[in-house]
């Protein structure tokens, strides 16, 4: 009986045959190479199609290589198969005429050794502009005076200062390109240049622009570049570079835009121009503009939401709610739905450090799935959730849009895409609710196409449930091995191959109810029950219909042909990693194993009878691996695990609770109590030294907008482009004031002193200027000789996108009641661009007193300061520097995740930085920005040494300024990735040529 229903099943399949019929698509390679190849559907990279799932990362903001391993792993473990990464032109050409490419992470090339060996592609984009919420938008300071005009487009004189820095970059990124051995696949030139057309609708073209856009080609192409070159739009308008919608010249090989549906930032209001004002939790349209822009392209987001920064004022701790695991469930889902092959994710991994632009601080953690800890949690776990689907359904990469709509489902609330591959049949249903932001609870049955004709799913009762901020994608006719899923109402998760024989992965929300069909099986032996109830099988026409509902943990059935299906809940496929013994990005379902337990799995190996996990964990945690046959012991970090091999052929062991936590790491670090103290601001004295300081005596600028007074006192064009800048004017006579108008940019600051004595403080809020009229009534006047007018000003870096020739300095300096200032002089970062940190970098310091002559630094001789403490502070305006040097002994074997904490009285004006061993890792403005807590990488912090932490405290007024600084610990695991590398080259010590720059 059995055996005729099997039979007849078979036949039914060799006549279901169902190919929907499907228009022609050019395949192009632009005659470029043949291992990067592109059409309508996707990319083919090696004449493979692979739906790019790429995440974002700024080694720039992770200026450590030793650890950039830990991040790609992670990337790599949560199922990226492509990692891109901005360059900084300003952080290499700090000078103009002096590239680095050599000293400390300026040397990048580790992470295309890195991206290779765990299994990346790469997408590289050098800029020359990148915005990125960088200074100047990656420009250096030195392009940015107006000497270079406007900037973006083909006036020679900027033409010839970005040529030296993107030829570098494209002779570096050419030998790690796909045609060289490497993984580099794609080259983005400029970023979010969506300026073909003077008048898009008429099609009127930006000749300069377009001529802008062919000097970066040939620049590219001249320098070995033979990968395809891309663009991103900065939206769906711009509509720029498409060969399939311009007959103009600029044009890229393959389109691409950037879409940030629920804002780029915390503050939601800085995106209503560009996504009108929408409910939050709103999905857009995409299909319908890729279409119309680049039809015979694959369908490109270069830039896609993977969080929001945290602008000063934001919410402490960044916005992480507004991008939660819910948000990554619904909008990576609604991408599918728009036939998008291919998404960068920005970012994958913010990471943090001084290099800020008006609008943030020094964090960029972005709310991304790892954050700048290092650690991930659930917005991680659901981003791999997806990852690991997209990963396995193979069919995706070629797939037409069939039609989408509400009367698919039983619920007109539920809106259902079909996406259809015109070669294998195998079918997508996207479903999410019509109204995107909608948090009801909505069952539905679906109607779907298969090779075993029209269904409704579920068949055998039950629903499919969205419960609220939730999508899932119903596949039909999905290849496992050689097999097909004819449908499934509970999502992929993953598929793995071992021995030939299929291991599906089906994951639902703990109690709803789940049903597949397997092509012609008969009814599978239940081998592990806990995780599932109601399992029931019911004949149909093409064999058993499983039915089941889901509970905590996972059930396993296995069926005759020896393909075994795992159902699991949510938290279990949290917990679930794909590792792959091979380092191919494609990831192919014969070489991955399924390890179910840990915090994180990066990486196996099968020696013999033995699998070796790397990885992490914290708490006891139950290991199951699903290995090929053979493997019959398991070693985790290298140290065996009692194993025991299960009725389904899982091996199961136990990973012991570490006998470190936050707590006990927390107690073991050195108190942070023994500071010492020096002056922070002695150049408010009249009588200070300024005789090696620059003379602020130019009487004409090229700055696009002149000065109000002169001598310019823009900072850029005497050579200073970051952090503080100091001032000091003289004058004779009897003025009774001063009018001071100083260019900090948005929540910048700036205090005045006449003749030693505070005259009044700007103290910030979003607007870029601060002007003030101050009084020297409090003041004493020489008759003498000349009085001294000091003004510090804090430089929050500089604006983006045509904002950045907006210059920094003091726009106006007018004095009160007569009178004329005979002189000006300006300090600033030592050395200037001249750049004489060159590990650390041209942003690492400004121009305080401290930074200039190195008292943040380590080995600095502070043996003649007093005995001080931050959190006593001033009692009055000015500014002290504190330092303190404190070892650290992390125990081995553990990843270790440390910061430092801020926390200040309310009220007070203040504005703090923190350095640890020469990096400037937290700028702290309590009346302006909400981060108290500053995660501090390793590598820069010395977990086996001596470290040297340093404060600057600058009180605006005569209230004053105090502030506590103590560890914290944001994550302690058992790990494979050991934080206590030797780095000590990244921490170079005082030199005595900093005395100079008193
Ligand atoms: C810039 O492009 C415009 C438009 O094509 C052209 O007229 C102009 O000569 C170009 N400038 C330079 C310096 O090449």
Redesign the pocket.
Known sequence: MRLTSFLSCLLVQSLAVNVVSSKQWPLHDDGLNKVVEWDHYSFKINGERLFIWSGEMHYWRAPVPEMWIDILQKVKAAGFNTISFYGNWGYHNAKNGSLDFENGAHNFERLFEIAKEVGLYVLFRPGPYVNAEATAGGFPGWVTTGAYGELRN???RYTDAWTPYMDRMSQIIAKHQVTNGGNVFIYQIENEFGNQWLDRVKKIPD??A??YMELMESSARRNGIDVPLIHNNPNMNTKSWSKDYSNEGGNVDIYSADHYPSCWSCDLTECTGTNGNVPDFTTFEYYTSFQDVAPTQPSFLAEFQGGSYLPWGGPEGGCVNNTGPDWVNVFYRHNVAQKITAVNVYMAFGGTTGIPFPGVGTSYDYSAPISETRFVGDKYSETKLFAQFLRVARDLTKVDRVNNGTTYASNSAIMTTELRNPDTNAAFYVTAHAFSPSTDRSPFKLDVSTSAGRLTIPQNGGNIVLNGRESKIIVTDFSVGREKLIYSTAEVLTVSIQDGKPVVFLWLPAGESGEFLLDCIRIPLVLKKDGCSNIKFKQGRKGFVTSYTQSKGSCVLQFETGIRFVLLDRSAAYDTWVPSLSNNPFTYENTTVVVQGPYLVRNVAIEKKTIDISGDWSEKTDLEVFAPKAVNSITFNGKKVQTRKTLYGSLIGTLKASTHSVDSVKSSLPALTSWKVNDGLPERKAAYDDSKWTDADHTTTQNPTAPATYPVLYSDEYGFHHGNLLWRGRFSGAATGVYLDVIGGAFSGWSAYLNDKYIGSWVGNKDSNGALELSFANATLNTDSENVLFVIQDHMGKDLRGGATIARGIYNATLVGGGKFSSWKLTGTAGGEDNIDPVRGVYAEGGLHAERLGWHLPGFNDAAWKKGTPDTGLSTDGANFYRTVVPLDIPKGIDVSLGLKLSSPTGLHLRAQVYVNGYMFGKYIPHIGNQITFPVFPGILDYHGDNTIAVSLWAQDAAGASLTVDWTVLGVVESAFDPGFEADYLRPGWTDNRSDYY
């Open positions: 083909n006036d020679t000749l300069v377009i001529d």
